[in-house]
Every structure is written in C-alpha cells, then in structure tokens.
C-alpha cells in the first residue's frame, strides 16, 4: 500500500499540499506491506491481519488520532470497536 506523506517541490519535501501548483509537485510515498485477507467474517480486531493492524498504527501516527472503530463490510454487525491500551 502506498500512502502520500509529504511532497517535493523546488527540491523541497513539504508535508502539505501547495497551495500553488504551478510548479512542479511529485508525492512522496510511505509504504505499507499489505494483506490478502477476507476481512469482512471478522468479529473482533483480535483476528486482524499483523500487517493490518500496522496500516492502522500508521494511519493514527500520521494523523494523529485514534482509530476507534473498523468496519469491514457494509452491514451494522461488520463493524468492530478496537480497544487500545491507555
């Protein structure tokens, strides 16, 4: 999985999108070894995949919030509340 972080431009890594964009911007990518896993039988976030679990630490240390609840198909009983330590 790719995931932008950041963007160069003028030789520059910024770690917001330009406002202006005349120049030229290329992404910068972070990335993420993904999974190839039916999810959407999962009832608790203990039977996630490892490498899902680190997408989701990624996910809240790049923006900075929690991630308290997964859902894993579009039915009401396919969504998991996670449960982090404190």
Known sequence: IKACVAYKMNGEEIDYFPYDIRESV????????????????????????EEFNAYLTFLEEQLGVEIKIVSVGPDRAQTIERYTEE
């Open 26 to 49: 290329e992404p910068v990518y972070a990335e993420l070894t993904g999974w190839q896993t039916d999810m959407t039988k999962m009832q608790s976030e203990d039977e996630f995949p």
